[in-house]
Every structure is written in structure tokens, then in C-alpha cells.
């Protein structure tokens, strides 16, 4: 199995090589099939590429997002209120919280917040049970505010991110606009296309066509 890497998109395999390809091409004698060695269409290629590009762009927003204790501070403030606790329902009092959340978010001046809570609702129970940790972050006063802070289940954490230095010494702690989901997709669709190329240039260059008329 010779290789060569002095032209790469052209072939990845040596004169030797390719000759043996071809020469086998020829013996194998696929039952009157043609054996055309063409190359790929170039519209194939740009549709290959427009998907992975589209898949990006849509789906980038979302990508290992993960809410974060902000969203849901407007919904504590709220729930112990007399209007809220004399909902019958639970689903009818986190339908009024999350309507006046929203209410709130969408006056801040992250416009992704709205969007956030939509794709991370949240039932009662979670609500009771991540209220206390809420409000502690809220008026302890600490070095990190409540956007810092994911909530992951029933527990409200410190996120895990480390952003740039701020001018108390402290790291940044806000999810940036990549996450590592898709750092990751970008790695995982480079070696899927860098995998092709090789085991497509491994084959002969288009232009070197078996004699099918031995066949």
C-alpha cells in the first residue's frame, strides 16, 4: 500500500498502487456493470457542504445550553405570593410564573433569556426545590450573580466555565456563546470529512479509467 502526500487531492497513493487498482478493477469482471471510476459530482459536493453549514447555523444557538439560576428568579419572587398560592393547580401556578418570567426576561438586556426559559421549562416541584438556593445567591452578595450560576436537576451550582479575568481576580463564570458541544461537532464533522478525503483519494484519480472492454 504505497502512499504519497506530494499532491494530496489529487491521489493519496502511488503509481504502484493505482496500477494494481486498476488492474484488479479489470480481472474483477462485475457481471457487464460498468466500471466508470468517475468522480464525484460537484453539486453533490455543494450539497454536502450546504447541509453541515445549515445544520450549524440553526442548531448553533442551542448547543449545550443550560439554564442558569437568572431564568428562574423572577418565578421565585413570585411564588409564595397570595395570587399565586391560591392557584388550585400546580401546572396553573408555573403557567403564571412562567408568563410573568417571561414578562421579566424579555426587559433585560440579554434578549437570549426569553428563548432560554422556553427551552428549559420548569415544573413546581423543581421550582420549590431550587427556590432556597436562589434566593441565598440573591442576597448573600457574593463575587458571582445569579447568572453564574446552572441549574442541574434540583441543584443550582456554580457554572464550570472559566471566561477571561475580571478586575477582581476572579474567572468569568458565564457560558460563552460555544460550549463544548460544539467545539466538539466541529472536531467530529473535521475528521468525518478529513476520513473521505482519504479514503476517497486512496483510490485512483478520476481521470485513470480500467479498460472494461477485456471484461
Not at 443550560?66 to 401556578?93: F, G, H, I, W
Not at 420549590?128 to 442576597?139: F, G, M, N, V
Request: aromatic letters at 12%; hydrophobic letters at 40%; proline letters at 7%.
Amino acid at each position: 500500500m504505497g502512499w504519497k502526500f506530494d499532491n494530496p487531492l489529487y491521489t493519496l497513493a502511488d503509481e504502484e498502487e493505482v496500477n494494481r487498482m486498476i488492474q484488479l478493477w479489470e480481472a474483477e469482471k462485475p457481471g457487464g456493470m460498468w466500471e466508470g471510476n468517475n468522480r464525484l459530482p460537484y453539486p453533490i459536493t455543494y450539497l454536502l457542504a450546504l447541509i453541515i453549514l445549515t445544520a450549524f447555523l440553526i442548531t448553533m444557538p442551542i448547543w449545550g445550553q443550560r439554564p442558569t439560576a437568572e431564568l428562574y428568579a423572577p418565578m421565585v419572587e413570585l411564588m409564595d405570593s397570595p395570587e399565586v398560592q391560591n392557584m388550585a393547580t400546580d401546572e396553573e401556578k408555573i403557567a403564571y410564573l412562567t408568563k410573568r418570567a417571561m414578562e421579566v426576561l424579555e426587559t433585560s438586556d440579554d434578549s437570549r433569556l426569553p428563548g432560554l426559559l422556553e427551552r428549559h421549562p420548569i415544573s413546581w416541584l423543581d421550582l420549590q426545590l431550587i427556590a432556597p438556593a436562589i434566593r441565598e445567591i440573591a442576597s448573600s452578595g457574593g463575587p458571582y450573580g445569579l447568572e453564574s450560576y446552572n441549574v442541574i436537576g434540583d441543584q443550582v451550582v456554580l457554572a464550570n466555565f472559566e471566561g477571561n479575568w475580571r478586575e477582581d481576580g476572579l474567572r468569568e463564570r458565564v457560558q460563552p456563546w460555544w460550549d463544548k458541544g460544539f467545539t466538539i461537532d466541529v472536531f467530529y464533522v473535521t475528521y468525518f470529512i478529513i476520513a473521505m478525503v482519504i479514503v476517497c483519494k486512496r483510490l485512483p484519480p478520476y481521470q485513470r479509467k480500467p479498460d472494461m472492454s477485456k471484461v
